[in-house]
């Protein structure tokens, strides 16, 4: 009797290969982490430290548990530069993969529901799309680090202003939050530098709308004629940036251990600066451990939601949140279809950003749970408050890398737990949205509808 052979359908096949290709990117990172050439002198390393730095350059986090200047090698921080590199290409170009992997097997109705998914990608030119998107991620970096090299060559020698620039510029555009400037926390010693300040944060805002974003852009210079789905990422994006650096400047505007000692012009820079960080990128210029608590409460919704879909930003991406806040409005108007800009967007589309939304809220429950978990000694010593943790776990998933202070002091079980998180937070929303959509069938018959009580 011949034995049958199951075999996995394209898209689930795409899928795998995904989480498998990242995986395997972060074992490779890990094992040469462990090489004694990537540490400094007189740095000892474990695997779990590895593990999650790897991690956390790879799915582009930046959380890390030893300081990247004085820990690792100049090898170890090349090695850190290639996996950042890589990661960020990766989550940037998966998308278009998955699409060339999936289309060819599927029918014409979810060829066109992964079109969609995926942002409007043209199913025809794929490929032409891979290699603009690769272009596009070289050219921004290699701008940024000419940029960075001409403010960094006043502070360091010729080489030493080489390696900074290029690995700060790597760092900057994919998000990754990784720091390697010497006596400084992140980018603390820099607060009072708005030029560096702006090269990061334009870096950072151009990794996280999106290549297919920048090119409507570019395309399409008239407001009127923006794609829809442009025309949610900047506004949403522009709208979030202003509520997140308002509340961070009124917050911390008394606060002498953040803002309250700089000048004006130095509050707005930074609060401006970090409102950007906090969506995505995890740089920072002051100690949040040592924000107010109405800040840490702000941030993590920012951090939640994150950046444009096909980016290199993680969360859940403002595209879903600016979805789901037009259908409320549509609901809350009582209108039956939402409605933007004499365009309506599909029921399928809202339904799966629901879908994104309340699994995404359930994975952080767990995951801050289970952290709360492992650390329930530091928590019940009053090492650890409990809105550090809420914060840390959502740093992980979202793959910001802001942290509150806690992160080297996290316990090895509490640390693969942040680990699984920057993993599940960078390919989550991604594979859930393919999914979904992969999966939807149009039902032949529809059962008698029945109202429940809302409200």
């Not at 690995?167 to 009072?192: M, P, T, W, Y």
């Not at 107010?292 to 403002?318: D, N, P, Q, Y």
């Amino acid at each position: 009797m011949r034995e049958r052979r199951q075999i996995l359908s394209s898209s689930t096949s795409a899928l795998v290969s995904l989480a498998g290709g990242f995986a395997g990117l972060i074992t490779v990172g890990t094992a040469l982490l462990l090489l004694p050439i990537s540490r400094a002198s007189g740095s000892s390393v474990d695997v779990i430290t590895a593990l999650f730095t790897a991690t956390s350059a790879v799915c582009v986090t930046g959380l890390v548990v030893v300081n990247s200047a004085d820990y690792w090698s100049f090898f170890g921080q090349a090695v850190l530069v290639a996996l950042m590199a890589m990661g960020g290409l990766g989550i940037m170009t998966a998308g278009l993969v998955i699409l060339m992997a999936v289309g060819r097997r599927i029918s014409l109705n979810q060829r066109l529901i992964v079109r969609d998914t995926m942002g409007g990608t043209s199913l025809g030119n794929v490929l032409a799309m891979g290699r603009y998107v690769i272009i596009f991620a070289l050219v921004a970096q290699a701008i940024g680090f000419v940029a960075l090299f001409a403010r960094l060559i006043f502070d360091y020698s010729f080489t030493d202003a080489l390696w900074q620039s290029l690995f700060h510029s790597v760092s900057a555009f994919n998000n990754a939050g990784f720091v390697i400037f010497e006596d400084s926390d992140s980018l603390s010693r820099f607060q009072d530098d708005p030029i560096l300040l702006a090269i990061i944060g334009l870096l950072i805002v151009v990794g996280a709308l999106s290549f297919p974003v920048i090119l409507d852009l570019y395309r399409r210079r008239r407001m009127s004629r923006w794609a829809l789905d442009t025309r949610l990422v900047i506004f949403g994006t522009v709208g979030m940036w202003l509520m997140g650096a308002m509340v961070f400047i009124v917050f911390e505007l008394t606060n002498d251990r953040t803002l309250g000692e700089l000048s004006t012009a130095q509050q707005i820079a930074n609060g401006a600066f970090q409102a950007i960080t906090a969506r995505t990128a995890g740089f920072s210029t002051i100690d949040f451990s040592q924000t107010r608590e109405g800040t840490g409460f702000l941030f993590t919704f920012l951090m939640f939601v994150g950046g444009a879909s096909g980016s290199v930003a993680g969360g859940i991406k403002i595209n879903t949140v600016m979805v789901l806040a037009y259908a409320a409005i549509a609901s809350v108007q009582g209108r039956a279809h939402t409605e933007v800009a004499r365009r309506e967007i599909p029921a399928e589309q809202i339904s799966r950003a629901l879908a994104i939304f309340m699994l995404a809220g359930v994975a952080m429950l767990t995951l801050t749970t289970a952290l709360a978990f492992t650390e329930r000694a530091q928590l019940d010593a009053g090492s650890f408050a409990f809105m550090d943790v809420v914060f840390e776990s959502i740093s992980a998933f979202g793959t910001v890398g802001l942290s509150r202070g806690i992160t080297p002091d996290i316990t090895d079980p509490g640390k693969l737990i942040l680990t699984l998180a920057m993993y599940v937070g960078r390919l989550g929303p991604l594979t859930i949205a393919l999914g979904l959509a992969l999966h939807e069938r149009r039902p032949i018959y529809r059962y008698a509808q029945e109202r429940v009580r809302i409200g």
